[in-house]
């Protein structure tokens, strides 16, 4: 029995669409927020694995390096600076940032740092841009093979019908996560190939929700009267059927995103999608499996982050649901 249209806008739309939008904004933004270059690497020894909240003194050297220290003291001769346990002097004819009370610039690491001293922060902030990407453009991807074949299933006569939809059997049969592992391991991983590889093969459910509405609407009698009126099927298909039909196509594109995003992250920790230096929220969270303990950090804001865009278009799916498909 259809279910009542509610009034309003319902809330898991209107906080999954809030919270998709907040990510997608924070995504777009994140050269701006991002605090530091998510590749850059001044000081390893001296930054690798800090800890949230962690603030250093950064001295520029006019050899160009620079040299991050914990604590710092100011003396006629220079400055004189400790880092890695021990005490260093610094002439000041070698400290290009020099102040009077020290130096001019300071490191704050608000998310902590990984094993290259690379702020996190700005690290998740630009891996949210790649997962996001990669997510949006192997859906797309996905839903135009999957309403193409869909359609063709529907409208291509028996044959053309048992051949796709036995295709679309067979490839639901083998495990998804198994045969993008396979694909990646004879290509070369990276985003374009990582994108190809989800959509490519992610279209499989969208291809058959299509032929059913399809099928469902070939028999209306607005599709009835336009057959009447000699218009062509491909016209049909595009000003009557699809219409029509992609409510629930979209609806369960929706919710393919979050399970895009899960399985690149997902080739991505095994090292097979998104390779570093490139940031992905799947390539961090590996990053931090080794030293989960003693520097919890590193996987567990990516990995927070990952969590809460999976919910969110989990969210915006039932909410699109609800708002849109009273049949539900």
């Given at each position: 029995?259809?279910?009542?249209?509610?009034?309003?806008?319902p809330?898991?739309l209107?906080?999954g669409?809030g919270?998709?939008?907040?990510l997608?904004?924070?995504?777009?933004?994140?050269?701006?927020l991002?605090?530091?270059?998510?590749a850059?690497?001044l000081?390893?020894?001296?930054?690798?694995?800090?800890p949230p909240g962690?603030?250093?003194?950064?001295?520029?050297?006019?050899?160009g390096e620079?040299?991050?220290?914990?604590?710092?003291?100011?003396?006629?001769?220079?400055?004189?600076?400790?880092?890695?346990g021990?005490?260093?002097?610094?002439?000041a004819s070698?400290?290009?940032?020099?102040t009077?009370?020290g130096?001019?610039?300071?490191?704050?690491?608000?998310?902590?740092?990984?094993?290259?001293?690379?702020?996190?922060?700005?690290r998740?902030l630009?891996?949210?841009?790649?997962s996001?990407?990669?997510?949006?453009?192997?859906?797309a991807?996905?839903?135009t093979?999957?309403?193409?074949?869909?359609?063709?299933?529907?409208?291509?006569?028996r044959?053309i019908d048992?051949?796709i939809?036995?295709?679309?059997?067979?490839?639901?049969?083998?495990?998804?996560?198994?045969l993008?592992?396979?694909l990646a391991?004879?290509l070369?991983?990276?985003?374009a190939?990582t994108?190809?590889?989800?959509?490519?093969?992610?279209w499989?459910?969208i291809?058959?929700?299509?032929r059913?509405?399809?099928l469902?609407l070939?028999n209306?009698?607005?599709v009835?009267?336009a057959?009447?009126?000699?218009?062509?099927?491909l016209?049909?298909?595009?000003?009557?059927?699809?219409?029509?039909?992609?409510?629930?196509?979209?609806?369960q594109s929706?919710?393919?995103?979050?399970?895009l995003?899960?399985i690149?992250?997902?080739?991505?920790f095994?090292?097979m999608?998104?390779?570093?230096?490139?940031?992905?929220w799947?390539?961090l969270?590996a990053?931090?499996?080794?030293?989960?303990?003693q520097?919890?950090?590193?996987?567990?804001?990516p990995?927070?982050?990952?969590?809460?865009?999976?919910i969110?278009?989990?969210?915006l799916?039932?909410?699109?649901?609800?708002?849109?498909?009273?049949?539900?």
């Open positions: 029995m259809p279910r009542p249209r509610r009034a309003g806008v809330p898991p209107a906080w669409g919270l998709v939008v907040a997608v904004l924070v995504a777009l933004a994140a050269p701006w991002a605090p530091y270059d998510p850059e690497q000081d390893p020894p001296a930054a690798r694995y800090r962690t603030e250093l003194a950064a001295v520029h050297l006019k050899s620079w040299r991050f220290a914990e604590r710092l003291r100011r003396t006629p001769e220079g400055i004189e600076i400790e880092r890695l021990r005490t260093e002097t610094l002439p070698e400290v290009v940032n020099l009077p009370s130096v001019a610039d300071r490191r704050l690491y608000l998310l902590g740092s990984d094993r290259f001293g690379r702020d996190l922060l700005s998740t630009h891996g949210a841009r790649v996001l990407a990669v997510g949006v453009l192997a859906m991807l996905a839903l093979i999957g309403v193409a074949l869909g359609s063709a299933a529907a409208l291509g006569g044959w048992a051949v939809m036995r295709g679309v059997d067979a490839l639901m049969a083998f495990p998804w996560l198994f993008m592992l396979a391991a004879f070369r991983p990276g985003p190939v994108v190809t590889i989800l959509g490519a093969t992610g499989t459910r291809s058959r929700l299509t059913a509405e399809i469902s070939s209306r009698e607005f009835v009267a057959r009447a009126m000699g218009q062509r099927p016209k049909i298909l595009w000003r009557h059927l699809l219409p029509n039909a992609l409510t629930p196509v979209l609806i929706t919710l393919l995103v979050a399970n995003i899960l690149e992250s997902s080739l991505s095994l090292g999608g998104i390779q570093p230096p490139t940031p992905s799947g390539n969270i990053e931090g499996q080794d030293v989960l303990v520097s919890w950090w590193i996987a567990t804001f990995g927070a982050a990952l969590a809460l865009t999976v969110a278009f989990n969210l799916t039932e909410g699109l649901r609800d708002f849109l498909d009273p049949r539900g």
